[in-house]
């Protein structure tokens, strides 16, 4: 097994699979093999029917995940190497956003720099109420983010925060990520797996085209192609759409099968 293998973990619990970060001591920093780990997960993930909810989450209890690993940018230090790198982190982000299922970010701690990246591409996200979040490039690294990644963040919390976060270079506290839009749920430590668990149950009973449609409406809203006619057309042609009407005829739950 890699030392990737081992450090990016993947568990299988019914429709729902929990991707862990396991790299504590170095504050669950990706090196470039894990980012490549993580992007293989979430491709074979794609092609599982019976999945419904993803969560991904950093292990140790202080930090979401911190980023790239630090000692890699060394050697990398050439226009050409972050550019190359940078592709290679929107294959993973574009994984994310492409996977049919809902991921969820579960955050205790610090989400900086990638670290936040990853959590905002995540269609959720619940943190402890001791998180912090930011971009401290501005008076850390002196790097930008890949250029995919303002239009996403812009679009998820405006323009204005998000010139404010990224020059101020301050981190912000988790009820003020809350109120931008930066997270979806504050939680105490204490309460947050039991959180986890019952969202996960919600999610995985609903109707996964609906929620899949959702997704991609809004990767394309986001990305400059609003054009939505195909997911309409699989939407409604789904025998999902014709057992939700049944279903609700007959005034029972819905068999959700995914096609």
Known sequence: MSVA??????????????????????????TGEMRAELLGIFERLADDPDLRVVTLRGAGGKTFISGADIKEFAARRSAA????????????????????????????????GGGLMLAAICDLRICTSDSRFGVTSAKSLGNC??????ARLAALIGAGRLKELLILSELI???????????????ERADLDARVDALCEQLSGHAPLTMWAAKESVRRLVAGH??????????????????????????????????
């Open 81 to 112: 190497d972050v550019v190359a790198q940078a592709r290679r982190d929107e294959q993973l982000y574009q994984a994310i956003e492409r996977l049919p299922a809902p991921v969820i970010a579960v955050i205790e701690g610090y989400a900086i």
């Open 226 to 259: 609003p054009d939505e006619e195909d997911i309409l057309e699989r939407v409604h042609a789904s025998e999902d759409f014709h057992e939700g009407v049944d279903a609700f005829l007959e005034k029972r739950a819905p068999r959700w099968r995914n096609r």
């Open 145 to 150: 983010l890949s250029p995919g990644m303002y």
């Open 173 to 187: 506290p988790a009820e003020t990520a809350r109120e931008w839009g930066l997270v979806t749920e504050v939680v």
């Open 5 to 30: 293998a081992e450090t990016v973990r993947l568990e299988r619990r019914g429709a729902v699979a929990a991707i862990t970060i396991d790299r504590p001591e170095a504050r669950n920093a990706l």
